[in-house]
């Protein structure tokens, strides 16, 4: 009778054994359910995309003139905002876009035979800045045929390629966010179905940065793109969203 303890000892561990072992298989079999369950919130994220065309361009231009006084220099740099005005009234730019927004006067030192800066002054440098703005998108082709004109006539100047913005960004913004947010709620409805659940209310929303890029582009960045190159633009927007689980 004592050799039958032991025996009745051991199968008792064995049936435990075999009992804990078809418990984990249970909760193994189910993991996204019963981390939903336990959780009782998701969290998720939703993408919202708007394709865009620009409203509005920016142009900026700088010259500079040099002589041995700043009053030639400036007499030069007068002529030569003569001939920039003119060139681009060719083109059919209205000369009220044309705005100064930056002069300055450099004195020019004179260097010895060893190439070392010196104290005597040989001349002057004086520069200035003009900005062309307007929701006219069609008078960014003329500002370029104007720079290429002007360039062969021999006039010195540094332009910059047009630059193109959208004044509805704010708007547009707000809207994209509303969007990624049903996305999000829309992705949370499907993995909680999977898991048995039901989503509730939004508990909290946390806003990514958004990417605005030539259309197609792939470029993202962590602070955020903003291409200013391109007419057509594709704005993006991402939200992580934490709702409710029922």
Known sequence: MND????????????????CLFLSALVLSGPLGDFVHAQRKLTVRGFA???????????HINLAARAKTAKEAFARLQ??????????AREG?????????LTSVNPVFRTDERGMTTAEISGYTISRSFRLATPDIGLAPKFALATEALLRDGLEMNPSP????????????????????????????????????????LRSAQQGVFQIT????TEISAGGELDTTSLEKSIKAVVTAE???K
Not at 4 to 15: D, I, L, T, V
Not at 54 to 59: G, K, L
Not at 93 to 101: G, K, S
Not at 175 to 200: F, M, S, T, Y
């Open 214 to 217: 030539p259309i197609y582009s």
């Open 243 to 245: 709702f409710w689980l």
């Open 79 to 88: 002529a030569d905002e003569a001939r920039l005005r003119a060139g681009l």
């Open 162 to 201: 047009p630059e193109f913005y959208c004044q509805k960004l704010k708007d547009l913004r707000a809207e994209l966010l509303g969007e990624a947010v049903r996305d999000a709620q829309r992705r949370a409805e499907v993995i909680a179905k999977q898991a048995g659940c039901r989503v509730g209310g």
């Open 4 to 19: 039958m303890k032991p025996a009745r000892g051991k199968n008792r561990w064995a049936w435990i054994l075999g009992v």
């Open 49 to 59: 995309e708007r394709r865009i065309t620009s409203d509005f361009t920016v142009w």
């Open 93 to 101: 730019v209205p000369a009220d876009l044309v705005e100064v927004t």
